[in-house]
């Protein structure tokens, strides 16, 4: 592990070690949200309102951070969730990051728009492994993935429904990230200022969407592979005749739209808006959990995905009654920072803070944490600088 790594400490830190190591435009495409980010600022700050109480004098000389979630056994309640186009971050690409979660024996999830392919990951990675799949207007190519993803050894599917259309990510777009977008002068010269970084990518030549083309996808044919806008619960359905394995829905914010996902044959629901990619105006996923929970989890699995930033965030979530959380921004930091070893250092600092402040609530067991530490009163928000904060 380089020195750099080791001297971050924090999920902060490798924000900040991140934004050095990528040209501009890349590095605001992975931590950008929609429209003005509302949505995104208050994923965090929904976790700054949730506080625990903690138990005193209890032996907390061994802790176990273990559970088991989407029907395998993990090392902690903590699963790396799908994100696309990471040939971009750095060039390990997904290949790196599954290695990872190997490592730290969690689970690992493969974006449909990643680089690189379902064969690949299934040869990185022992851990389980989840695939995340977009269904398109040719429902066709959904379900050759989804065959390809269980020859290959994944164990979990993760359908997203959050986006019909893609969210307006306007100072992305502004520096010409995503394509067919421009870029301006500026971007092409911190482009230029990354010489190793444009040294890989150029030897390297990721391709997004991979798994779906052997060549670089045109915009139009992105278009016609992305989500289709006539998806409906009974493409669940139809999904769970084919796939026998867990099954989870990610971008499920409503109650209706749980006990309608549980109701066609999903097991598990992930909590999600997207990072605040998507939909500015929706709330945390933090602060619909209590409801989600009591309308379904006695059926189904819980997980929250967005504004995990603590070891602690996650037990925050647990102790409102989710099963797991799932990050996506945090590993990606760690990916830019430095490759597998920088996801590694991302886990890492995420599975110390877990158990420092298990030791510190008085409990052994990520099944002991529940209600019962909850504080009912809600403190402030943090008033960090939402890019510091949220990233």
Known sequence: MSRALERCVSIEDLHRLAKRRLPAPMFEYLRGGAEDERALRNNCEAFSRVQLIPNTMR????????????????????????????????????????????????????????????????????????????????????????????????????????????????????????????????????????????????????????SLFDHPPSPQEMMEAGPAKDLSFDDITRLRERWDGPLAIKGVLSTQDARLAVEHGATAIILSNHGGRQFDAAPAPIDLLPAVVDAVGERAEIIVDGGIRRGVDVLKAIALGATACMIGRPYVYGLAAGGQAGVERALQILKDELERNMVLMGVTRIADVDGRFLYPMRGSVDQRNPDERCG
């Open 59 to 210: 032996d907390v000389s061994r802790v176990d951070t273990s559970t088991h979630v989407l029907g395998s056994d993990i090392a902690m309640p903590l699963l790396l969730g799908p994100v696309g186009y990471a040939g971009m971050f750095h060039h390990e690409r997904e290949i790196g990051a599954a290695a990872a979660a190997d490592k730290h024996k969690t689970f690992y999830s493969l974006a449909t728009w990643g680089s690189s392919t379902p064969e690949e990951i299934g040869v990185a990675s022992a851990a389980p492994k989840m695939m995340q799949l977009y269904i398109p207007a040719d429902r066709e190519r959904a379900y050759a993935l989804v065959d390809r993803a269980k020859a290959a050894g994944f164990t979990a599917l993760c359908v997203t429904v959050d986006t019909p259309v893609q969210g307006s990510r306007e100072q992305a777009w502004r520096m010409g990230m995503p394509p067919p977008a421009r870029m301006p002068l500026s971007s092409y010269l911190s482009i230029l200022g990354h010489p190793q970084w444009l040294f890989n990518f150029i030897k390297n030549r990721p391709i997004a969407g991979v």
